[in-house]
């Protein structure tokens, strides 16, 4: 399976660590569109790199080895991986994908509805692995989107009608932490968040609100989800009851705020300071009659590298889930990774 990342900005550089690391795939390389120090970064890691047509020269006079264009890239693949930023997906589709008749996984910066919507579904491997099997394209739902997905399917089917609706509010970083945009000292609100009709397009029976605020901060997003059930909250102990034997969900204790799960996930080497997944803060859940209120942190760039790989498993291959998800264990260490994380954060 020859597979080509189009885009090499905070999502696309993820993608090629861990596409070019998987042995069952063939890396076609990336699509990189200006000159940068990031075209060095790719050199070194010794990806092929792809440039747009008009590029080329320019390229090639910084003495850079470009192995073709976007074009020849897209041509030699069997898969593109889109990472471009957000809307320049759909234009990649319509000059290239859709012409040259190659499948394409798009990223949650694109469109599901409207003029320029790229794909029908979004994928959430914990809700419709299943359906996006030959799929031609596909969206793979953005960092939000995935973590909301990651925590509320385990809900749904450990608690189903006794649940009456979700209110979540999104507290979402301003930048990565690799962006150089200078970070607004400024709390924003978002009129009508996508999140919501992201959630619902796979959730649809759930009844959900969701609001959402950017805060000046690179590390990662916190959501409050509420839960109201139609009676008083079900008897559980423990957060861990419920999501012990979930991918990618870390149940912790004691860490005090996003950065030192951030700071912790570089001290342990993890690539790129990625955790991949959620964590639920489990020292702040209330429960009030028929309320129950939990707190989790949501790794921005990390969580959708592995739904990708996913994605890619299910679209391309048609692999049963619970293999696909070993196989993204074995690239990925996420189960080593949940448990170093829960040791260092427990009581
Ligand atoms: N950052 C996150 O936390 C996050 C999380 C989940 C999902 N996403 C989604 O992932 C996508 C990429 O986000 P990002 O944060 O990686 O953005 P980014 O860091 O701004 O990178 C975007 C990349 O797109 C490249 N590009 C420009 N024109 C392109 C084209 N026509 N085709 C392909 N690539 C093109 C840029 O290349 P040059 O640098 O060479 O100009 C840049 O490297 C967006 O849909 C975003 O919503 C982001």
């Not at 916190?222 to 008083?232: A, N, V, Y």
């Amino acid at each position: 399976m020859r597979v080509f990342i189009n885009g090499y900005g905070n999502i696309g550089r993820r993608l090629a660590s861990a596409f070019s690391h998987d042995k069952e795939i063939q890396f076609v390389g990336i699509g990189k569109y200006s000159i940068d120090s990031k075209v060095d970064e790719a050199f070194a890691k010794k990806y092929p790199v792809y440039v747009p047509e008009e590029m080329i020269s320019k390229f090639r006079n910084m003495r850079y080895d470009i192995s073709g264009t976007i074009s020849d890239a897209i041509k030699e693949s069997d898969l593109v991986v889109d990472a471009a930023k957000d809307g320049f997906g759909y234009s990649n589709k319509i000059n290239f994908y859709v012409p040259m008749n190659k499948p394409a996984i798009f990223q949650g910066g694109e469109d599901r509805t409207g003029e320029k919507k790229v794909a029908d579904i979004i994928h959430n491997s914990r809700v419709n692995y299943e359906e996006v099997t030959n799929q031609k394209y596909v969206i793979q739902g953005s960092c939000n989107v995935s973590g909301m997905g990651r925590i509320m399917q385990p809900m749904i089917e450990k608690f189903g009608d006794k649940i009456q609706r979700y209110d979540v509010t999104l507290i979402r970083r301003w930048a990565d932490l690799e962006d150089t945009k200078e970070i607004k000292d400024s709390i924003e609100w978002d009129k009508n968040p996508h999140h919501q009709d992201d959630v619902k397009s796979f959730l649809p029976s759930v009844k959900l609100y969701v609001e959402s605020y950017k805060v000046p901060s690179r590390m990662m997003h916190l959501h409050q989800m509420t839960i109201r059930f139609k009676d008083e909250v079900p008897n559980f102990d423990s957060l861990s009851d419920i999501y012990e034997n979930e991918f990618g969900v870390a149940v912790l204790n004691k860490a005090k705020g996003t950065a030192d799960i951030r700071k912790k996930a570089h001290e342990f080497g993890f690539e790129h300071g990625d955790t991949n997944m959620v964590h639920i803060h489990e020292e702040t859940m209330r429960k009030t009659d028929d309320t129950l209120k939990i707190l989790y942190s949501d790794d921005q760039t990390g969580i959708v590298i592995p739904e990708n790989h996913l994605l890619f498993q299910s679209m391309m291959l048609g692999r049963p889930k619970k293999k696909a998800y070993e196989q993204t264990d074995s690239l990925f260490q996420i189960s080593k990774k949940r448990n170093l994380l829960e040791k260092e954060f427990a009581t």
